[in-house]
């Protein structure tokens, strides 16, 4: 009797352990890194990196220059890469990569390369390890924002080498035996900056080296100690003993040489295992914001590693001077200005969920980086709509004035809201001269016609229903600014342009030329032409910040019902363009049109609860959270996007998200763990329970907040800011009465403009 009772009692300690488990040990950095050219399930790198940090690094599997710069499958690593890359499309900016190497002295990265194992191999937020097999090397990383701490671990020796290699399109490295150091520089990049565009770094040595040589585009030469060339590089040699360490201290710099040495302070005087400990205590206090509790360690996994990827990016691109001013390399103009900048960011893809999450729970960390929006604008001429790390040509839209627009209302300050303003209307009555994808492209016709004519501009249905959403946003930033009627007309009125691309014969978002007539023939399953990266299927619910007014050209609640409803039994056709990966990625989920992996359609699920049918909302946001998303390398169904297909899961997982962010409400779906607790920045905390949750019983049958009976099918930003409580009582059918009368329904423009807003 007494053996059981211990032996329960250690069960129910194993338990407590297990729930109790600190936030990043639920992390997986490998999610999304088994992807490839044709079918993403995240396209993302196992990023060792800090939350919002300047430097990544990243073991390097994928060949220079490749954007596929890890992949879960390779079997070979080629270096550890500083790394600014925000996706593979994209591509890298300012890289070098360090790799150790025993043997003979080499550099051609096919030559150095070195089998390993995932089982071999540990990956964290803040620590990686892995076991380099052909040169019995164990090699370990540990970073801060800008500096990163590496352990080399070698084998009995004499022919122990690092390599430093600056990539090409034109680098330097010098060797410098007196302070067992190398310092250089790389311009390799994928576009976005100005001609003088350096990344400078240092790395600094714990011992002599016995070994040295410069190498020149290949050529190792042993004579020399320093190279510039198209493509440059270093070795250091050392005699080791078996499990000998050779540690190396690196960071880098936008700025300058010096500069890149300050970074180097960072680390401290700390080893690899005290900067560790530091990273995983940043990593627990701000994943520690939200706490999740449940019994299915797996969806905790999910969850955090989702989390993590949402704190990612933006990326810090600033730095702090000598005298502790906070500084920064524009992107924009190359000159070194005071001020934050971030950047790696697509705001097509982010202004949905990832930016009004900051908002939510890290408004302080938005309120630098709208500060760098407002340096952006003055160092360019316009707001950035894709960074990296300058204006990059990609997507459509004018999606910054989303991101401007829902951090003011939200209560942030601290910033110059005027310059944004006047930077969000110049954005929205220009176009970048050499990016066009900056500003808006076809505003003449928008602004004169009402829409973008397809006989015109490609793309111009997704561009006539982004610009008529950010429209909204100028219009309600320019309202909580105090502007005139006066100024306010021009995008109060476009607001409502997306009707002018209304097909009524078919119910969706069609073409429609110059002259007025639709495009025909017209395919409303089609690929492209009118639309961005999917289909008229996909594109005819982004009316954001009107749903009822949709409702109303849809011929009313019923009709749109069906419409939501065929989403998911139309068949995916593939055959109207080339195949792209976010088609393939639609086709093999077999849920018909909706096409998860890919952001127009994301927030289309939390329609029904516009047009009261809210536990529809509720069933099919538990079906795609159980079938597209885990904590495995194929943990997406498309790509990972910089934080917005993460920051959607993590916002569904509490149980509300923000269908048009720059209205202050939250659209309700359904809780997906026991109990969730946001600890807010104000010092307030909200808990969200729900009773009887699990697999089946999906359905919110009543809710209460703050032990009151609440019917509606949305939160307010104010609700949650102020803490308390929700409490779900969950249930295995869907309760047909609840959040079904008008008055629940989620904001709309329409009523606001009939004076019917509640």
């Known amino acids: ?45 196992p990023a060792i990196a800090m939350p919002w940090g300047m430097n990544f690094w990243v073991p390097q599997t994928g060949k220079m220059g490749n954007g596929w710069t890890y992949v879960y499958w390779a079997d070979k690593i080629r270096g550890f890469k500083q790394t600014h890359q925000p996706s593979p499309w994209i591509n890298d900016y300012g890289q070098f990569s360090v790799m150790p190497v025993t043997g003979e002295a080499v550099f051609d990265e096919e030559k150095r390369a070195s089998w390993f194992s995932h089982k071999a191999e540990v990956a964290r937020p803040y620590y990686y390890k892995v076991y380099l097999a052909d040169h019995d090397v164990t090699a370990e990383l540990a970073p801060t924002e800008r500096a990163v701490a590496m352990r080399f671990t ?16 034109g680098s330097h490295a010098e060797i410098i035996p007196s302070k067992n150091m190398i310092v250089g520089y790389t311009t390799k990049n994928s576009g976005g900056v100005p001609e003088n565009f350096k990344n400078y770094f240092v790395l600094v040595f714990d011992r002599p080296f016995k070994y040295t040589a410069a190498v020149t585009d290949g050529n190792i030469d042993a004579s020399s100690l320093s190279s510039t060339s198209n493509h440059s590089g270093a070795i250091v040699g050392f005699s080791t003993k078996r ?15 010096e500069q890149a040495l300050l970074n180097l302070k960072e680390l401290g005087d700390d080893g690899i295992d005290e900067v560790s400990a530091r990273g995983r205590a940043r990593w627990n206090e701000v994943l520690g914001r939200v706490e999740v509790s449940d019994d299915n360690t797996d969806n905790l996994r999910t969850f955090y590693s989702c989390l993590y990827r949402s704190l990612l990016f933006p990326r810090s691109f600033y730095e702090t001077d000598a005298d502790g001013r906070v500084m920064h390399y524009s992107p924009y103009n190359g000159k070194v200005l005071p001020g934050y900048m971030f950047t790696d960011t697509g705001f097509w893809d982010t202004f949905r969920s990832l930016f009004p999450f900051l908002n939510l729970m890290y408004p302080s960390m938005n309120e630098k980086m709208q500060e760098g929006l407002v340096n952006a604008y003055k160092e360019s001429g316009f707001l950035p709509e894709w960074a990296s790390p300058g204006h990059r040509g990609c997507m459509v839209g004018n999606n910054s004035a989303s991101v401007v627009a829902d951090a003011y209302l939200k209560g942030l300050r601290g910033y110059d ?25 076809g505003f003449e016709e928008y602004n004169s016609l009402g829409y973008v004519p397809c006989d015109k501009h490609s793309q111009s249905v997704a561009r006539t229903l982004e610009y008529a959403y950010d429209d909204w946003c100028i219009y309600r930033f320019g309202k909580a600014l105090g502007k005139s009627d006066k100024e306010l007309k021009q995008y109060r009125t476009n607001a409502m342009n997306y009707k002018n691309v209304f097909d009524s014969s078919t119910s969706l978002m069609r073409g429609r030329k110059a002259d007025g007539s639709f495009e025909s023939p017209f395919d409303p399953t089609a690929w492209s032409r009118s639309f961005t990266e999917g289909d008229s299927w996909h594109w005819s619910w982004c009316v954001f910040h009107d749903p009822q007014g949709l409702i109303g050209l849809m011929g009313g609640k019923q009709k749109f019902n069906s419409m939501l409803d065929s989403v998911f039994v139309v068949y995916p056709d593939v055959s109207s363009r080339g195949i792209i990966h976010e088609m393939r990625e639609m086709q093999v989920m077999n849920m018909g049109q909706y096409a998860h992996g890919n952001q127009p359609i994301q927030h289309m699920i939390y329609l029904y609860a ?28 498309g790509d990972e996007d ?20 720059g209205s202050n409400q939250y659209v309700l779906g359904t809780p997906y763990f026991n109990k969730v607790t946001l600890h807010l920045e104000n010092g307030n905390t909200m808990t969200i329970k729900a009773e009887g949750n699990s697999r089946s019983n999906r359905y919110i049958d009543s809710m209460t907040l703050n032990g009151k009976t609440y019917t509606k099918n949305y939160l307010t930003h104010a609700d949650i800011m102020k803490g308390g409580s929700i409490v779900c009582a969950m249930s295995a059918e869907p309760n047909r009465s609840r959040g079904t009368q008008e008055a629940d329904f989620p904001y709309s423009f329409t009523n606001e403009m009939t004076g019917s807003e509640k």
């Open 1 to 45: 009797m007494k053996r059981a009772l211990l032996l329960s009692a250690l069960y129910l300690c194993t338990l407590v352990q297990t729930r109790a488990a600190d936030e990043v040990d639920y992390v997986s950095t490998l999610v999304g890194t088994a992807s490839k050219f044709e079918l993403s399930t995240g396209n993302t790198y």
């Open 154 to 169: 070698f084998p009995q020796t004499d022919k122990a080498y690092i390599v430093l290699d600056a990539f090409d399109k």
């Open 243 to 257: 499990g000998e360490q050779v540690n190396v201290r690196v960071a880098s710099s936008f700025i300058s040489p």
């Open 417 to 441: 809201a005027e310059t944004l303003w006047e930077a969000v209307k110049h954005g929205a009555n220009a176009v970048h001269p050499k990016v066009s994808s900056t500003g808006r492209l």
């Open 610 to 637: 516009y047009s009261g049918q809210p536990w529809k909302t509720q069933y099919w946001i538990r079906e795609v959270m159980d079938k597209l998303y885990n904590a495995n390398p194929d943990g997406y169904c």
């Open 642 to 661: 910089n934080g917005q297909t993460s920051a959607w899961y993590v916002f569904s997982a509490m149980g509300f998200y923000p269908v048009c962010p």
